[in-house]
């Protein structure tokens, strides 16, 4: 074993266990159609005990496999021709989660831990908002049109880009209901949409990272990528075939408890820390 893949002393990162933590943050992700990479985070924080920012480095680098691996799964039920037939709406929302992505990231790079820990918190308690409040996904008229539709679109791809790149998400959670709302699609169109804009706007938010010295947690920690990478994406299949089982009234307002109770644990850990 080399010296980088050893766990940690206290034995947490164990095989046994990173897999098993992928496979159920995947698993919960996969039942509303997510990567997971929102309840992936405060575990890679919490039971695996990494620092702020190396844990949405690590994140992203997860994710970045969950959501390659995820558009080609989806081609049986929405073609990648339906995909690419949306080609505007898709570079329509990328002109601005590019530049979110990158800028995001690079704020993320210079904030002090306690004031990531903070922003981190914030943006957990804000998607916990989006899944209990989130339950009309059918298709409705787009709610603006023309220009201002696109104006509209590019500086919400901004928004999500930023965010993306602050937690290490996709940014599916607040893409989707963008792409239902604002453009009209349905869910399932929506869901790989999605998945079209998050790759490039991870890599673009990925390439800022790598210029920061703490993108060298990726190099400490290549099994422990690679262990959770392959148990997220067993369980987003696993989730994806459970999909529709638990209705959404339960399941989306129980997901935005455990995001509640992540972030408050997170700041309490963040205030018990010595200043």
Known sequence: MSRDDRPDRDGRRTVPRVFGGGALIGTLGGLIGLGGAEFRLPLLMGAFGFSGLEAVILNKAVSLV????ALPFRARTVPLAEVA??????LDLLAGS????WIGAGWAVRLKSQTLHRVIVVLLVAIAGVLALWHDTAAHDPLLHGWVQMVAGAGSGFAIGIFASLLGVAG???LIPTLVVLFGLD????GSLSLAISLPTMLAGFARYSQDRSFAVLGRNRRFVLVMS?????????GGQLLGLVPDAVLLPLLAVILLVSAYKIWRHEDAAPA
């Open 172 to 174: 599916g959670e607040l």
């Open 98 to 101: 590019l530049a979110g992505a």
């Open 230 to 238: 392959v148990g997220s994406v067993a369980g987003t299949l696993i």
């Open 85 to 90: 037939a949306h080609w505007p709406i898709i």
């Open 187 to 190: 869910i399932k169109l929506a």
């Open 66 to 69: 969950v959501v390659a691996t």
